[in-house]
């Protein structure tokens, strides 16, 4: 079944109202261990969330450093206006895919994604995108479902039987491929059991060095403005 970005949002617009309470534990939860896994950054920092849903992590990172300027982007128009709700004008949110973000090279100190790489239809461009938005100074954390258990290996084989906004759940040698040819270096890879049926991985690194980052000065420093 082919994943397209109508799709995706069309489901989504579908189940943004019910979406934060039937989806309270596993939102809870999942976000916990992304936010666990972002460093603390410095006020001021820029930090994207791809894929921000209704807005949980990026309200559990103004509740924990109100002094980030934060931006989310989804495709769907529905969850957005959840997260406008929800979070008010302290973040810029807009309608964009992961594979086509609609912002600057190097713009952003903190790329993150949670539960969101799984429904895209082209995660290798996807990824690529988070690679060329990041500064090189930045680093990235991505939150997935892992396909290595066997509860994960059938919820995601009835998935993409059944549901056409679900593309794939990867095994954690997939998505480290996925994510090293994208142009992003990884700094650790781990696995999360947050129930009986969830289980997530989470990555964090940065942006794989460029020949352009190999020859500059060994004293020059990046620019975190």
Known sequence: MRTSQATIAQSYDAQAIEYDRRWAQY?????????????????????????????????ALLERNAGLALTGVDVSAAMLARAADR??????????????????DATFDVVASASSLHHWPD????????ARVLKPSGVFVLTDWCRE???????????????????????????AALVTGAGLSIDSQTLHR????????????RRAKSDADQTRNPGQEDDHA
Request: aromatic share 6%; charged share 20%; net charge positive.
């Open 149 to 175: 258990i066997w509860p994960m290996r059938l919820m995601d084989g009835y998935l993409r039987l059944r549901d056409p906004a679900h593309h794939r759940a990867l095994t954690r040698r997939e998505l």
């Open 123 to 130: 995660p290798m461009r996807g990824l690529a995108e988070m």
């Open 87 to 104: 979070l008010g004008a302290q973040v810029t949110l807009c309608r964009a895919p992961a594979e086509q973000l609609p912002f600057e």
């Open 27 to 59: 939102l809870r939860r999942s976000t916990q261990v992304t936010l666990t896994a972002l460093p603390r950054q410095a006020p001021g920092a820029r930090v994207l969330d791809i894929g921000c849903g209704t807005g949980a992590l990026l309200a």
């Open 194 to 205: 947050i129930d009986w049926l969830w289980q997530l991985q989470v990555l964090t690194g």
